[in-house]
């Protein structure tokens, strides 16, 4: 999934509005990520990416799409909606927005951990429950949102987004919105590098 851009973000907003009024907010993801995959497909994306094809044209093919993928009437609108106004290119990006938005919601954090060998569940858990504390007591506040700003909710959920990075020497360096948490050994050592040069 891409990463969220300036013109996902009014889609992304307005849907989340509306799912969250229809206590769909699941539901509304899943049928989103659906419609986003099936956008990203060579000759769809293709089709939606003509800039001699008019409103009416694309607003026929994502209905029809809509269809073929059983999605709510919400959905089917809101694809119609893009389709129309020739966003379709960005459905991908609208969809990392708005899963943003609801893990903000539910004060989930996500964070991208490198490191040395892979995790058990329960150091996979510990680490969770060590960032949770990590960035309360550095924010005072809760999650970060997609900008990396943190929000004023308590944070309920750190979710670890784990890849294997052999280069290093052991740790690992977890990646939160634009917060970076280096527990590596590498990390270390450059700290204690830099105290010893310091004097």
Do not use: C
């Amino acid at each position: 999934m891409q990463a969220s851009t300036p013109a996902a973000q009014p889609y992304a907003k307005a849907l989340f509005a509306l799912a969250k009024e229809r206590q769909q907010l699941d539901d509304v993801g899943r049928e989103l990520d659906a419609l986003a995959a099936e956008a990203a497909g060579n000759e769809l994306s293709a089709f939606f990416g003509r800039p001699w094809v008019g409103p009416n044209a694309r607003r026929a093919v994502a209905a029809q799409v809509a269809e073929r993928l059983g999605v709510s009437k919400l959905m089917r609108d809101f694809l119609a909606l893009v389709a129309a106004q020739g966003r379709a290119d960005v459905l991908s990006a609208i969809a990392a927005a708005y899963h943003a938005m609801v893990d903000a919601e539910r004060g989930i954090v996500r964070a991208r951990v490198r490191t040395a060998v892979a995790l058990t569940d329960s150091e996979r858990q510990a680490l969770a429950a060590r960032l949770a504390r990590a960035l309360e007591s550095q924010n005072g506040r809760g999650p970060a949102h997609g900008d990396g700003a943190p929000d004023r909710k308590r944070i309920s959920q750190v979710v670890i987004e784990e890849v294997v990075d052999p280069t290093l020497m052991g740790g690992f360096v977890a990646e939160i919105g634009g917060l970076i948490l280096d527990g590596s050994l590498d990390g270390q050592l450059a700290r204690l590098r830099e105290r010893l040069t310091r004097g």
